[in-house]
């Protein structure tokens, strides 16, 4: 049983499909074209995440993102379902300057879970995120969630889009929980913050219990702006990632 809310609308049919699919969606009632969600509630400013990239679709902020490759850039399929022209802003805190500006060539969607590969047009240089294995995380672990979307309640969230990356910290409840397309998903609860409008498709981080380094271990994909988010397990998707991307 779905008891999240999508993390992101699409304009025309394709958000009318899945607000159809979801128990309740958090489309603003104001903005329905340029919806953008989940957002992060609480948590603070990130200071340190050179592989994040924010999403925009038809040069309106729309999710968030990161690089994995030279020339890859991991998502949440809800994000890239619908027609438009993808572009990216990697390697800035600042979604509305620095960084690289590239526009997505190629969009792969996972077929089942909440996940999908936007391939660039051209190559960027950066700190690729790196992305965790089957041991990476862990119930009651704590981990970290990154994202740019609004950072209210109390208003049209489009009004309330975080210009800074946002990070939270949540703890992990179960690693065998369900994203917004039935795939595999790790299910977190708030600590000092939690997802929900313009972090769709952003990144879990979590310091692996195996061999502590910091690996990215989720998708955003669903959250119920309150106290629960969850987010498709990189982990269990890898064989489908080094397909395309080579990581």
């Not at 992305?131 to 209210?152: E, I």
């Not at 039935?182 to 195996?210: E, K, L, Q, W, Y």
Request: charged share 10%; hydrophobic share 40%.
């Amino acid at each position: 049983m779905r008891l999240n809310r999508a993390l992101t609308a699409v304009a025309g049919a394709a958000t009318a499909l899945l607000s159809a699919l979801a128990l309740t969606t958090l489309a603003p009632a104001a903005a329905q074209a340029q919806d953008v969600q989940p957002y992060i509630i609480g948590g603070g400013n990130a200071s340190n995440a050179p592989w994040a990239a924010r999403l925009f679709r038809n040069g309106q902020q729309n999710c968030s993102a990161t690089i994995i490759a030279a020339r890859w850039i991991l998502t949440a399929q809800h994000c890239v379902a619908g027609s438009g022209t993808y572009t990216f802003r990697v390697g800035s805190l600042d979604q509305t300057t620095g960084g690289t500006l590239v526009t997505a060539t190629r969009i792969i969607q996972h077929p089942s879970a909440d996940l999908a590969l936007a391939q660039i047009d051209r190559s960027v240089t950066a700190t690729y995120a790196p992305l965790g294995t089957t041991s990476a995380v862990a119930n009651g672990q704590t981990v970290q969630l990154f994202g740019w979307g609004a950072t209210c309640t109390n208003q049209p969230e489009i009004n309330c889009q975080s210009r800074y990356l946002k990070v939270a910290n949540t703890r992990v409840t179960n690693v065998n929980g369900r994203d917004y397309r039935g795939g595999i998903a790790i299910s977190v609860t708030r600590i000092n913050g939690i997802a929900a409008g313009g972090d769709s498709g952003g990144p879990m981080f979590a310091t692996s219990p195996v061999d502590g380094r910091y690996y990215q271990v989720g998708v955003a994909s669903t959250s119920d702006r309150s106290t629960t988010s969850n987010y498709t397990a990189v982990t269990r998707y890898r064989d489908w990632i080094r397909s395309y991307a080579g990581v």
